[in-house]
Nanobody
Framework: QVQLVESGGGLVQAGGSLKLSCATSTRTFSSYFMGWFRQAPGKEREFVTAIRWSDGMTWYAGSVKGRFTISRDNAKNTMDLQMNSLKPEDTAVYYC?????????????????WGQGTQVTVSS
């Protein structure tokens, strides 16, 4: 089991930026896929972005493409999410996730381990 801890959430005005980080407990991540999901009150958990740890290949939801950037740091075993041009509709709890499958990176079912989540609130 992989332990994941998110940090970096907070309150920001529309148009602003935030950077989320996900710290991991394992040093053998070469075969993993990592993802960011978000969940707003009353809504289902939604795919945001994912990265293949071995080569850095990325996937993005259409709603965040061009505004958000996912990255990983092999030396630190951390994954970051840089969020720019934030909108009120980006308000949600953001979760990082880890899994060994790449069959459906946009599905929560693809991931076995989850962090506790960090709140992002964007005011208008």
């Amino acid at each position: 089991q992989v332990q994941l801890v998110e940090s970096g959430g907070g309150l920001v005005q529309a148009g602003g930026s935030l950077k989320l980080s996900c710290a991991t407990s394992t040093r053998t991540f070469s075969s993993y896929f990592m993802g960011w999901f978000r969940q707003a009150p009353g809504k289902e958990r939604e795919f945001v972005t994912a990265i293949r740890w071995s080569d850095g290949m990325t996937w993005y939801a259409g709603s965040v493409k061009g505004r958000f950037t996912i990255s990983r740091d092999n030396a630190k075993n951390t994954m970051d999410l840089q969020m720019n041009s934030l909108k009120p509709e980006d308000t949600a709890v953001y979760y990082c996730a880890a899994g060994r499958s790449g069959l459906s990176v946009s599905s929560p079912n693809n991931y076995n381990d989850w962090g506790q989540g960090t709140q992002v609130t964007v005011s208008s």
